[in-house]
Each structure stands twice: as C-alpha cells, then as structure tokens.
C-alpha cells in the first residue's frame, strides 16, 4: 500500500486559475478490490470559491463546502 499528494494548478475558461491538491492511496495485491483512490480538493480559499462558480446542471443545490 502507498499513498502520495500533489497538487496542481489549472485553468478553467470559465472562473480562471484553480488549485488542486490531490492524494492517492493504493491497495497493492487485492484482486477484484478497488485499487486506486483518488481525492481532488481545492487547494486554498480563492480556488474553492472558484470551483463554487462553475456552471451546474439545472437545479442541483449550490455547492456546500462545509463539510470540512
């Protein structure tokens, strides 16, 4: 098993630069198990706002980031 963080910038049309960071964990050796994990979080305050201007399907809730 193994697990690793990055993060990464990207660059959205629509609401500019957003920061990521993202970790992985690997369960190695677990036939027909989930193998790869991987969680995407915005990497700081403006990049979480940024992700909260995207646009939505019609009708969803807007989105809640306090969860946390």
């Given at each position: 098993?193994?697990?690793?963080?990055?993060?990464?910038?990207?660059?959205?049309?629509?609401?500019?630069?957003?920061?990521?960071?993202?970790?992985?964990?690997?369960?190695?050796?677990?036939?027909?198990?989930?193998?790869?994990?991987?969680?995407?979080?915005?990497?700081?305050?403006?990049?979480?706002?940024?992700?909260?201007?995207?646009?939505a399907e019609?009708?969803?809730?807007?989105?809640?980031h306090s969860?946390?």
């Amino acid at each position: 098993m193994w697990t690793s963080a990055r993060r990464a910038t990207q660059s959205n049309a629509a609401v500019g630069e957003v920061r990521m960071s993202a970790t992985s964990l690997s369960a190695m050796g677990m036939p027909m198990a989930l193998r790869l994990v991987a969680v995407h979080t915005p990497a700081d305050g403006r990049s979480r706002a940024r992700i909260a201007r995207l646009p939505a399907e019609p009708g969803l809730p807007p989105v809640d980031h306090s969860h946390r």
